[in-house]
């Protein structure tokens, strides 16, 4: 049988209250410090996260996003980014 | 030494709770200074162990890393480690976790316990934490970290003593300390394990959604959001003016009785003269807007207390990176509304050096307090108090305004800082906002107390001596009883005014601004209580004496200079203790001279054009 669909965005571009998981991160975009401060907000490979709010209208960023219990403010430069896939 | 109180650090991600655990273990006894060599802060106390030893206890500014990615993570980390100057190395680290941000904060406690060093863990904030619908069994937790696990609630007290019960028989057992050894793969493995000890530890979650989430729905939304903020901002310096008008009137009638009461017991003098106009008309002018200061902190300490300072910089970020800053140097530069001393302390959580440089060199251009007598003054003068609109006073519109007016001005100028003395990468925007909390009185009233008595001091030292001294600048040499020239311009005082006079000229000031620009270097309030002391000694007769400030304005100044004098104190920089807070934050003298000069060099300009179109417009 066929793997459950799944669909790959990047994380600027997921829906509004969409669910997803983050598949890679380009960690060569950023520099050592942004990459290790994302981590320590708990933006990682492999972690869940929800799209909950975006910026003021017209501009749409940054986006805030639901990472375990709490809630984190990330440009769309950095959300741009990180790849989510979609669960089916 | 080995008698020496043991050194207890308390560590901890922001937002898990760590100042109030340690207010509540040290009480209100606590300790501030600096960290030789950089600007950050070392918050101590003293608290006592169960058998009776004192303890020195230390709050560590919270971080969610020990691979530090701003100055406060990077002391942390070296306090942690035993490598800071000028601290010793703690004999035992309490991890304060956010009981229900488990899987975030787990990361930064795994971090600390490998380094083998002994570790506590405070369990805190565990009654929201059930509030939220988790059930947590701290003694898994205890079982898959391998050191003491407490749980706590630091804001009613609960768990302390078996906290420093923990702290007192970790202390006793002896501990190996390991390398950091930093990467990618590590953090990797590190949130993976903090993901596995959280599932292990909470029993039991109901799902839905918080009240938090539902409120962010409203305050967050894209059109909203912002409308929220400036109706919040526009009520608060609304607020300023009508909240305080009964207040000020209580402590205009203290001074007039109490000016009325030195003159009926004291004998016509030096002596008397000396206390009705340079101590009761100085500091008493500057004391009155002690009401209009504490409405505005208030709101900034509930704002910030309730959670929603970061939202608003959530909301700010995308205009504040148009001019090349971040939703993070917001908070810093709303606090500097209040004072720009502590604002100017805030950007020390400015992780990009060039992006903090520039919210430093911008911050005095936020109006704060002290610049408020000096608008109210000018405004209750000049500006008719009548309404435009529904609930909206011209007065209240006008100080808007100025506000406003400096915060465009701060957004040109770092938009050029950025582009040119402070180029650099646009840094990023990443942080976390947390739960929406309700104020708490006790710490709003504490924080209230703490600024009012700083405003109250600072009238009493530096303000009442400027007074003093230019009272007696103003008073000496007494003109000769048949000189035409009146005391003001025959005084010492006026002589270096009258000089300084044609410099300013041009934009619209007379020498009594002249005169008090001057004292009005130490501290913007005391150009108020210049202007007092000065036409309290011009005053021709009793009669003209009784006069109010306001009145003697209204028929010396014309509204061009009025409204110049405004525009003048939206940019200048007559503080002292600014320049001197940005020589610390910036270690050195070029950068507080640059902003020295290039402040001045605005508030000339501004006055200028705004006397000017004044003038043409008929005014």
């Known amino acids: 049988m066929n793997a459950p669909v799944t669909l790959a965005v990047t994380l600027d571009r997921l829906s509004m209250r969409q669910r997803a998981e983050i598949s890679t991160i380009d960690w060569d975009s950023m520099s050592e410090n942004e990459g290790a401060r994302l981590r320590a907000l708990g933006l990682d490979e492999g972690v869940e996260v929800e799209k909950l709010h975006k910026g003021m209208f017209g501009f749409n960023d940054p986006i805030a996003l639901k990472v375990g219990r709490m809630m984190i403010a990330v440009r769309k430069s950095h959300a741009s980014a990180i790849s989510v896939v979609i669960p089916a | 030494m080995s008698e020496a109180a043991p050194l207890i650090v308390l560590a901890g991600n922001p937002n898990a709770g760590k100042s109030a655990l340690f ?54 980390r070296s306090v942690i480690l035993g490598e800071q100057q000028g601290e010793r190395k703690p004999d035992a680290i309490i991890i304060v976790l956010d009981a229900a941000n488990l899987d975030n904060h787990l990361r930064f406690a795994l971090e600390v316990i490998a380094l083998g060093r002994p570790v506590v863990i405070a369990l805190n904030m565990m009654d929201l934490a059930e509030r939220d619908g988790l059930t947590l069994d701290p003694a898994k937790l205890e ?62 979650e109901t799902a839905g959604r918080r009240w938090s989430e539902r409120a962010d729905a409203m305050f967050l939304h894209p059109i909203a959001g912002p409308i929220i903020l400036l109706a919040i901002m526009f009520v608060m310096f609304q607020a300023v003016f009508a909240w305080s008008e009964a207040p000020i009137g209580w402590i205009e009638g203290a001074s007039e009785w109490a000016a009325a009461a030195v003159e009926a017991s004291l004998p016509e003098g030096f002596l008397r003269d000396f206390i009705i106009e340079g101590a009761i008309g100085g500091v008493g002018s500057v004391v009155v807007f002690l009401p209009q200061i504490l409405i505005l902190f208030l709101f900034i300490l509930l704002l910030e207390a309730s959670g929603y300072m970061t939202r608003a910089a959530f909301i700010m970020d995308r205009l504040m990176a148009s001019v090349g800053l971040s939703g993070r140097s917001f908070i810093p530069l709303l606090s500097s509304f209040a004072c720009a001393i502590p604002g100017i302390m805030a950007t020390r959580s400015i992780a990009d050096p060039k992006d903090r440089l520039t919210t430093i060199l911008v911050a005095p251009l936020m109006t704060c307090a002290a610049r408020l007598p000096v608008y109210a003054i000018i405004i209750g003068a000049f500006i008719p108090a009548r309404d435009v609109g529904p609930g909206v006073g011209l007065q209240g519109l006008v100080l808007f305004g100025l506000y406003i007016f400096g915060i465009v001005g701060a957004m040109v100028v770092a938009l050029v800082l950025r582009s040119t003395v402070a180029k650099g990468p646009n840094s990023g925007f990443l942080m ?49 009883l048949d000189s035409p020239v009146s005391q003001v311009d025959y005084s010492a005082a006026g002589r270096i005014a009258n000089v300084i006079e044609p410099v300013v000229a041009p934009i619209g000031f007379n020498r009594d601004i002249a005169l008090a620009l001057i004292p009005a270097m130490a501290a913007r309030e005391v150009a108020v209580a210049a202007l007092a002391t000065t036409y309290a000694i011009d005053a021709p007769d009793e009669e003209a004496e009784a006069k109010s400030l306001t009145e003697r304005l209204q028929s010396r100044w014309s509204l061009p200079t009025a409204l110049a004098f405004l525009a003048w104190f939206v940019f200048a920089p007559q503080c002292i203790s600014t320049i001197a807070v940005t020589r610390r934050e910036t270690n050195g003298w070029k950068w507080p001279m640059f902003m020295l000069g290039y402040l001045f060099a605005l508030a000339y300009v501004a006055a200028g054009i705004t006397y000017w179109s004044a003038v043409a417009l008929g005014l």
């Open chain 2, 23 to 76: 207010n509540a273990l040290t009480g209100a006894r606590q300790k501030i200074a600096n960290y030789p060599g950089v600007t950050v802060e070392r918050k101590s106390g003293h608290f006592q162990m169960p058998d009776g030893r004192p303890a020195e206890l230390v709050d560590l500014p919270g971080s969610y890393s020990l691979e530090p990615t701003s100055p406060d993570e990077a002391v942390t």
């Open chain 2, 432 to 480: 976390e906002m947390p739960k929406y909390q309700m104020p708490r009185i006790r710490d709003i009233l504490l924080g209230l107390w703490q600024r009012g008595w700083i405003f109250l001091r600072r009238a009493g030292t530096i303000i009442f001596a400027a007074t003093v001294i230019l009272w007696l600048m103003l008073t000496y040499p007494k003109v000769p």
């Open chain 2, 143 to 204: 079982a898959a970290l391998g050191v003491p696990v407490v749980p706590t609630v630091a804001v009613r007290r609960r768990g302390l003593e078996d906290l420093s019960a923990a702290i007192e028989t970790r202390l006793s057992k002896k501990t190996d300390q390991q390398d950091v050894v930093v990467s990618k793969e590590r953090d990797h493995g590190l949130r993976k394990q903090a993901k596995k000890i959280a599932n292990l530890t909470v029993v039991s």
